[in-house]
């Protein structure tokens, strides 16, 4: 069995990256993309494309800000959108979650922030409290989970280019680092940095106003894929793909993947007898 391939992306305003992702999930074909600040409404969406490349679309999102996707091979169950925890909003453009090949998948677009005196910032430091109270609601750490997407937060010294200029930033500062410490404690692993403990200089978002940002390595790694310990253990790989970024009109942001042993689904299935459809002892 193949194994099963996740990838995320923040494509800072899907309409204007489609020369890019559709080349790539036909290079690449993976069983399930995770897509964040789309930044169009929903009756605007390309949803059709994503068809005709042959992937199952669920989008959430409004004109310019924000948005939320997830394409995938096999048809999502389980679907939900937000929080949907009657605070501050329902943020359906921040937030979906589904169930594809037997996992729990959710693509999230966390607060940015803007600056630590401005409102937002205060709603970012609850977003994760609140995704914390989601996760608990909804799933299971014994379960295979995973959360990825654009998350707003470099946790780690090694995760940003110049850690002794940016300490202070909205995504690089003790409060939202241990903001996004709680929300992990609920059961989620790093899982780039189960494959890369230690290593410095691989960043997933290049600032368009940094000029030769990608080249001179003026990064910061602000883009996840957090999974619960029974998907960590089946994962293979977990990288960055820096093409996309050094592409003509591209994001700033690139593609975070992973690689999956098996399907849990398909496992699951393969465990029951036909005759009776129950569980093999």
Same mark, same amino acid.
């Given at each position: 069995?193949?194994?099963? +391939?996740?990838?995320?992306?923040? &494509?800072?305003?899907?309409?204007?990256?489609?020369?890019?992702?559709?080349?790539?999930?036909? *290079?690449?074909?993976?069983? &399930?993309?995770?897509?964040?600040?789309?930044?169009? =409404? =929903?009756?605007?969406?390309?949803?059709? =494309?994503?068809?005709?490349?042959?992937?199952?679309?669920?989008?959430?999102?409004?004109?310019?800000?924000?948005? &939320?996707?997830?394409?995938?091979?096999?048809?999502?169950?389980?679907?939900?959108?937000?929080? =949907?925890?009657?605070? @501050?909003?329902?943020?359906?453009?921040?937030?979906?979650?589904?169930?594809?090949?037997?996992?729990?998948?959710?693509?999230?677009?966390?607060?940015?922030?803007? *600056?630590?005196?401005?409102?937002?910032?205060?709603? #970012?430091?609850?977003?994760?409290?609140?995704?914390?109270?989601?996760?608990?609601? +909804?799933?299971?750490?014994?379960?295979?989970?995973?959360?990825?997407?654009?998350?707003?937060?470099?946790?780690?010294?090694?995760?940003?280019?110049?850690?002794?200029?940016?300490?202070?930033?909205?995504?690089?500062?003790?409060?939202?680092?241990?903001?996004?410490?709680?929300?992990?404690?609920?059961?989620?692993? *790093?899982?780039?940095? #189960?494959?890369?403990?230690?290593?410095?200089?691989?960043?997933?978002?290049? *600032?368009?106003?940094?000029?030769?940002? &990608?080249? #001179?390595?003026?990064?910061?790694?602000?883009?996840?894929?957090?999974?619960?310990?029974?998907?960590?253990?089946?994962? @293979?790989?977990?990288?960055?793909?820096?093409?996309?970024?050094?592409?003509?009109?591209?994001?700033?942001?690139?593609?975070?993947?992973?690689?999956?042993?098996?399907?849990?689904?398909?496992?699951?299935?393969?465990?029951?007898?036909?005759?009776?459809?129950?569980?093999?002892?």
């Amino acid at each position: 069995m193949k194994p099963l +391939k996740i990838a995320t992306y923040n &494509v800072n305003s899907i309409r204007s990256r489609m020369h890019i992702l559709l080349p790539w999930l036909d *290079d690449n074909r993976p069983d &399930v993309l995770c897509m964040q600040e789309t930044k169009v =409404d =929903d009756a605007h969406f390309p949803a059709e =494309d994503f068809r005709r490349a042959g992937y199952h679309i669920l989008y959430r999102g409004r004109n310019q800000y924000n948005g &939320v996707a997830i394409a995938s091979l096999e048809e999502p169950a389980d679907v939900s959108y937000g929080i =949907d925890d009657g605070e @501050n909003g329902p943020d359906e453009d921040r937030l979906i979650r589904a169930r594809i090949a037997g996992i729990t998948v959710i693509s999230a677009y966390v607060p940015q922030g803007r *600056d630590r005196e401005h409102p937002m910032y205060a709603y #970012k430091l609850r977003w994760y409290a609140r995704l914390r109270n989601f996760l608990a609601r +909804k799933g299971s750490p014994e379960e295979p989970l995973l959360l990825c997407g654009d998350l707003n937060v470099a946790p780690e010294s090694i995760d940003v280019h110049d850690p002794k200029r940016l300490l202070g930033h909205v995504c690089f500062n003790p409060e939202v680092w241990e903001a996004f410490a709680a929300m992990k404690s609920w059961g989620l692993i *790093d899982l780039y940095r #189960k494959h890369h403990p230690d290593e410095a200089g691989r960043y997933t978002f290049f *600032d368009y106003r940094s000029r030769g940002s &990608v080249e #001179k390595g003026l990064g910061w790694r602000i883009d996840h894929m957090l999974v619960t310990k029974p998907l960590a253990q089946r994962s @293979n790989l977990c990288e960055i793909d820096l093409k996309p970024r050094l592409s003509d009109r591209p994001s700033d942001h690139t593609i975070l993947f992973a690689e999956f042993t098996g399907n849990p689904k398909a496992e699951a299935a393969s465990k029951k007898t036909p005759e009776t459809g129950r569980a093999k002892p």
